[in-house]
């Protein structure tokens, strides 16, 4: 059946049913075409045919159908689906179907090989674009590493050229240095040459000029060099007692005075301390001038938390050289007043603490009514000592200065406006509550100890003022670094701050309250409304009444350091040995205690005096040289 449909079979069915057609119109009545044999026959002989089952047979390469009437033809192309053609009508009708049925099959199986056709092509050409993609893929990889390589290459022989130039200049700079450093050898060796002729020809001078010239020396028994009398002063030993001097460094174990070694304590007169430094001697006492008996150390015009510049401390001293001629060589760092014993001899010294901060705001007559302490810092504690010193001795000296008063400020539930300063870390304690250290405080305290005052709610407080003390390391030298606060062998306490409640006048009429005085083996205790701070003693700083609290942000005294005042209406701890305590609220700062043991650098120390509350201001020191 794969050859039923040929394009020429329709044509054969066509032709054949046609002849039959014009065969069966040439046939006699009662007779009909049989086309089996081509001849007209009877009609009932071709019924008799007709019962027979349809076939197929082949004539000349053409298919010959056998149907009866009625029957369908089914037509099926390269093992489709049959196609069934109805035959009722007539035989050429029939033929004509079949023809458009086979025609319109074979232009589908035309296209769909079309269809396959161009699927293989694109295949093909999928694969060849494919292989041609690779092959140039190869070829650009290939040439991309031949460049590379030749690159390479090239650089290489490059940078070989180049280190072999560089190499090359080098080697020829190397040995024009080398060159020019055997010219400059040679030049060298020549000028040592003619310059050791020169030294040998001086050192013969000079041997010619010594056998010339006598021998100075120390123990030749003549007055010669710089001797100031026969074998001593100047650069040979010091000079006994009663023996001609210069300076008093030309004198063992005395002074210089009027020309003579001697003491203060059997003559009279002006002393030559050194070039450009004189003294003088009156009543047995060293004295920087005729009619003062004692050189003082103060705060050079300064007050409150800072310590004075050296520009402040030399601009005073001008102001007064004969007073200050012993200060000459002084030093001004970091707080320190930096003095060298000029001469042997016993020192005695006399120390006050500084005031604690006053409520000016609150009682503003204060100043009127001296008796009346209301609203007042306490004063300075005053110690007075003496002891054995070397020439040469370095003492470091800090003067404490008075408290400050608090400045007014917002209440301190505003959080921008709190405290006006940053007090300098290390010279108080803390608050209990870091939260107010970290807010600022409206009062530090005097240099050298005092403790602030946060006033952050209240304004009514002030500071503490800070204690005045003398360090030494060690007898006719100096500390390797600045001393610290074991290095003190003498100490005066400061004042606590004043409060005063509601910081006006209601404070003056009742509710003001003064700060602790300082010095003494123990400071005093601020007053009162049952949360003064306590004055420091001779084992730890003072503390406060309500000992527990940390609200208010108040602290306790510490080794040399005065406590913070609390936030409401309070006054700081005064600095000292140890410190006062800061008070809670609503009142005074406790005083700081004074030292007067002295240490194993200092020596023994002959106590006169250890009182406390005694200065008013800014703390001092004088110094007394017999």
Avoid at 302 to 321: F, V
Wanted: charged share 20%; aromatic share 8%; glycine share 16%.
């Amino acid at each position: 059946m794969a050859n039923v449909m040929r394009v020429g079979v329709p044509l054969t069915l066509c032709l054949l049913a046609y002849l039959a057609t014009a065969k069966a119109q040439g046939c006699g009545p009662g007779t009909v075409f049989d086309e089996e044999t081509n001849l007209c026959i009877v009609a009932t002989a071709r019924e008799r045919r007709q019962a027979t089952s349809p076939s197929i047979s082949t004539e000349d390469d053409n298919l010959i159908f056998d149907v009866r009437a009625k029957q369908k033809v089914g037509v099926r192309v390269d093992g489709g689906d049959v196609q069934m053609v109805d035959t009722s009508e007539s035989c050429t009708q029939a033929v004509v179907e079949g023809i458009k049925v086979g025609y319109t099959m074979n232009r589908e199986i035309a296209s769909m090989k079309e269809i396959s056709d161009l699927k293989v092509d694109m295949i093909d050409r999928v694969n060849n674009l494919s292989k041609e993609s690779a092959e140039a893929r190869n070829t650009l990889n290939s040439q991309l590493t031949d460049t590379l390589n030749n690159f390479k290459q090239e650089t290489n022989g490059t940078m070989s050229n180049l280190i072999n130039d560089v190499n090359e200049q080098m080697g020829d700079a190397k040995k024009d240095l080398n060159d020019e450093l055997q010219r400059n050898l040679e030049a060298f060796r020549k000028q040592s040459e003619k310059t050791n002729a020169s030294v040998a020809e001086a050192k013969k001078d000079i041997e010619e000029l010594q056998s010339a010239v006598p021998t100075v020396s120390c123990q030749n028994g003549k007055k010669d060099g710089d001797e100031t009398e026969v074998d001593c002063g100047g650069s040979c030993k010091p000079c006994a007692i009663g023996k001609s001097c210069k300076y008093s460094s030309d004198c063992d174990k005395s002074m210089c005075i009027s020309g003579k070694c001697n003491l203060c304590t059997k003559v009279s007169g002006v002393i030559t301390v050194a070039p450009g430094v004189v003294a003088f001697c009156k009543a047995g006492i060293t004295a920087p001038t005729n009619n003062q008996a004692y050189l003082e150390f103060n705060s050079c015009g300064r007050t409150g938390h800072h310590p004075p510049t050296e520009e402040e401390c030399r601009y005073m001293q001008s102001m007064d050289q004969t007073k200050y001629s012993l200060q000459k060589d002084m030093q001004f760092k970091n707080g320190y007043q930096i003095f060298t014993a000029p001469v042997d001899g016993t020192y005695t010294w006399e120390l006050w603490g500084a005031q604690g901060g006053i409520d000016v705001n609150c009682c503003q007559d204060w100043s009127n009514n001296p008796p009346s302490r209301w609203g007042k810092g306490g004063y300075g504690g005053y110690v007075k000592a003496s002891h054995t010193v070397k020439a040469g001795t370095v003492f470091y000296i800090r003067v404490g200065q008075r408290g400050e008063d608090c400045w007014p400020n917002p209440d301190a539930s505003d959080p921008i406006t709190k405290g006006k300063y940053m007090c300098t870390p290390g010279t108080f304690t803390l608050s209990k509550n870091p939260t107010f250290d970290k807010w600022g405080y409206n009062a530090c305290g005097g240099f050298n100890g005092g403790g602030p005052a946060l006033c952050l709610h209240n304004p009514g407080g002030a500071s503490g003022g800070g204690g005045t003390d003398i360090r030494m390391c060690g007898q006719g030298v100096g500390c390797e670094t600045y001393p610290d606060l074991s290095k003190r062998f003498l100490v005066a306490g400061g004042g606590g701050g004043a409060a005063c409640e509601g910081n006006d006048g209601h404070g003056c009429g009742g509710y003001a309250y003064y700060g602790g005085h300082g010095g003494g083996l123990s400071g005093e205790h601020g007053y009162d409304n049952g949360y003064r701070g306590y004055g420091g003693t001779q084992n730890a700083g003072g503390q406060h009444e309500c000992n527990t609290c940390t609200d208010h942000g108040s602290s306790w005294g510490a080794l040399g350091q005065g406590g913070t005042g609390g936030r409401n209406d309070a006054g700081g701890g005064g600095g000292g040995y140890y410190g006062g305590g800061g008070a809670h609220h609503n009142s005074g700062g406790g005083g700081g205690s004074s030292f007067i043991k002295g240490t194993t650098a200092s020596g023994t120390m002959k106590v006169a005096t250890n009182s406390r509350g005694v200065r008013w201001g800014d703390g001092l020191v004088r110094l007394t040289i017999n």
